[in-house]
């Protein structure tokens, strides 16, 4: 083998590793989801509308802060909103810092009052009815306090879904968090660790919450019965990301991701 042959060899080898060597960087990044200027990368999806369709200018940038509002509104009427990120995840720690602001929406539900989430390993924007509510999905539930009574955000809703705790299988549709509550329009961040189908935890002030694992499909919904069939299973180990609008003005300034090793 001659001299030129063995550079080359070398200079490819060194390529390959400094390929590998930005891959193992990129998996240890916090990656802005929102780029604090517009929606670029995003899907809304509302109730009674199409995907692709952010009725009312529900969701908005204004002064680098993602806003969800509702003065496009004449009646809420049910049009549960989501926010989707184009691409789908497995291993990661997502963080957001949000608050609530404003009145709610006029027909708003009682129990939506500061009421929002983060959507994890959800369907897809497009795969969701005209007339679905919420997508399948795993739900990080955002709660405001009233200023008075305590109520704690952080908590787990599986619309379509359900998960394990303490090895059974929890088919109730909320389980609350062991977090603290926050009242007024503070900001507060988030945090939840997401891996695959093996364990989720839901972090506030760098203390787990609430801690879950095994995240399923419902299989006793037509919902569910149609992702199942359509990916083989019930099993949920990634998904979408989704940003929730329930009734209640809220505000998201920072929306970032860290993509864990599997």
Known sequence: MNVSRLVLIAFSMMLVSASSMADEEKAGEWVQLFNGKNLDGWIPKIRHHNSGENFGNTFRVKDGILQVGYDGYEKFDEQFGHLFYKESFSHYRLRVEYRFVGEQ??????????????????????????????????????????????????????????????????????????????????????????LGNDVIRHLYEGQVVLEYNSPQLDDSSEVGKKLIAAQGGAMLSSGTISLQSESHPCEFRKVELLILKK
């Open 105 to 194: 929406a006029t027909g708003g539900p009682g129990w939506a009052f500061r009421n929002s989430g983060l959507m994890l390993h959800g369907q897809k924007a497009e795969t969701m009815g005209v007339d679905q509510d919420f997508p399948a999905s795993i739900e990080v539930q955002l709660l405001g306090g009233d200023g008075r009574k305590d109520r704690t955000t952080g908590n787990l809703c599986t619309p379509y879904t359900h998960v394990v705790m303490d090895g059974k299988l929890v088919k109730r549709h909320c389980t609350s968090a062991k977090s603290k509550t926050y009242h007024g329009d503070q900001w507060v961040t988030c945090e939840v660790e997401v």
